[in-house]
């Protein structure tokens, strides 16, 4: 079993920036990628970004493209998302999760889940 553990969500000014963290621990780390989701209040969870654990491969939802910057640090096992220029819509809790197959895309390929790091930006 992979626990996953999200930091550094907060509050912040539109235009303002975060980096948000996420570690994994537990049984072996099988992961083939890696995602950050959220869910803004009062919506559904919906895909923020992808990375590959083996090759470089990133994909952004459109909304975050030029804003937002997924990473990986596989000797930590670790993800990161940082986030710029951030906006009142980007608000919502963040989660990262990992996945071994299928479209990363969608929350249904991914086996763990960490338990959500809440963002607000906010004047």
């Known amino acids: 079993q992979v626990q996953l553990v999200e930091s550094g969500g907060g509050l912040v000014q539109p235009g303002g920036s975060l980096r948000l963290s996420c570690a994994a621990s537990g049984s072996t780390f099988s992961a083939n990628f890696m995602g950050w989701f959220r869910r803004p209040p009062g919506k559904e969870r919906e895909f923020v970004a992808g990375?590959?654990?083996?090759?470089?491969?990133?994909d952004y939802t459109n909304s975050v493209k030029g804003r937002f910057g997924i990473s990986k640090d596989n000797a930590k096992n670790a993800v990161y998302l940082q986030m710029n220029s951030l906006k009142p819509e980007d608000t919502g809790v963040y989660y990262c999760a990992t996945g071994r197959t299928g479209d990363w895309r969608y929350p249904e390929s991914y086996d763990s889940w960490g338990q959500g790091t809440q963002v607000t930006v906010s004047s």
């Open positions: 990375i590959s654990r083996y090759t470089d491969t990133t």
